[in-house]
């Protein structure tokens, strides 16, 4: 703003002089110093301010644009991203795996713990996923409280299956408080030719619910 505001100024400066002209006749140096050198310089200078303006605007946008469609805690994307990204998959070739995973008990760990534990198992575990999903293949986004969604396109159902499992595994290696591993739940499911993504999402949130169901800890699939 100091760029516009001083070129502003001195943009009007010159055009001051310019109308002085018109009412007093002026030395000749004064034409060229003060009314085009004024003008020319204001003009510059107010073009460079906005364009420093337009460039931090830009900025700021691609800064708030990421914030609204990322995980604050864990860092991840969070569910708007996730519904774009599964929409957007779902229009290209190959076969499409979604999980959604719930971590077990985590309202004990909040009563027993405490939030902030709470709030380092959820970042951990983000972390975790985030590392899986350096993979171009795998998606991954915070979807809900405790809850997490990734997206594996292109892949077979043992490698799926497989994914599943190590994700399993690394989730037992984080240590709630340094006291017990975590444990989590996982749904899992292709998406079927015709089927719409409300349902393909819905099937998978059910296959979640019956790994809750069946003991925790576990994957089930929806089929």
Same mark, same amino acid.
């Given at each position: 703003?100091?760029?516009?505001?001083?070129?502003?100024?001195?943009?009007?400066?010159?055009?001051?002089?310019?109308?002085?002209?018109?009412?007093?006749?002026?030395?000749?140096?004064? *034409?060229?110093?003060?009314?085009?050198?004024?003008?020319?310089?204001?003009?510059?200078?107010?073009?460079?301010?906005?364009?420093?303006?337009?460039?931090?605007?830009?900025?700021?946008?691609?800064?708030?644009?990421?914030?609204?469609?990322?995980?604050?805690?864990?860092?991840?994307? +969070?569910?708007?991203?996730?519904?774009?990204?599964?929409?957007?998959?779902?229009?290209?070739?190959?076969?499409?795996?979604?999980?959604?995973?719930?971590?077990?008990?985590?309202?004990?760990?909040?009563?027993?713990?405490?939030?902030?534990?709470?709030?380092? $198992?959820?970042?951990?575990?983000?972390?975790?996923?985030?590392?899986?999903?350096? +993979?171009?293949?795998?998606? *991954?986004?915070?979807?809900?409280?405790?809850?997490?969604?990734?997206?594996?396109?292109?892949?077979?159902?043992?490698? *799926?299956?497989?994914?599943?499992?190590?994700?399993?595994?690394?989730?037992?290696?984080?240590? $709630?408080?340094?006291?017990?591993?975590?444990?989590?739940?996982?749904?899992?499911?292709?998406?079927? *030719?015709?089927?719409s993504q409300e349902s393909f999402i819905k099937k998978?949130?059910?296959?979640?619910?019956?790994?809750?169901?069946?003991?925790?800890?576990?994957?089930?699939?929806?089929?």
């Amino acid at each position: 703003m100091l760029y516009v505001r001083y070129g502003l100024l001195l943009w009007i400066a010159g055009g001051t002089f310019d109308l002085m002209d018109e009412i007093v006749v002026q030395p000749r140096w004064v *034409a060229y110093y003060c009314e085009d050198l004024l003008r020319l310089s204001g003009m510059f200078i107010t073009a460079v301010g906005i364009y420093r303006i337009i460039s931090r605007i830009n900025l700021l946008y691609v800064d708030a644009r990421s914030r609204s469609l990322h995980d604050e805690l864990t860092q991840l994307p +969070n569910r708007r991203f996730f519904i774009d990204t599964i929409k957007e998959k779902l229009q290209q070739p190959g076969p499409l795996a979604l999980m959604i995973l719930d971590i077990d008990f985590f309202k004990k760990i909040n009563d027993t713990w405490g939030h902030l534990v709470g709030d380092e $198992v959820l970042f951990n575990l983000g972390r975790m996923l985030s590392d899986l999903a350096r +993979n171009p293949q795998i998606s *991954a986004a915070r979807i809900g409280g405790e809850e997490f969604a990734i997206i594996v396109h292109g892949v077979d159902q043992p490698a *799926a299956n497989t994914l599943a499992d190590t994700i399993l595994r690394q989730a037992a290696a984080i240590m $709630v408080n340094n006291q017990q591993p975590l444990s989590v739940s996982i749904g899992i499911g292709f998406h079927h *030719a015709q089927e719409s993504q409300e349902s393909f999402i819905k099937k998978v949130d059910e296959a979640l619910y019956a790994a809750k169901h069946n003991g925790r800890g576990r994957v089930e699939w929806a089929w």
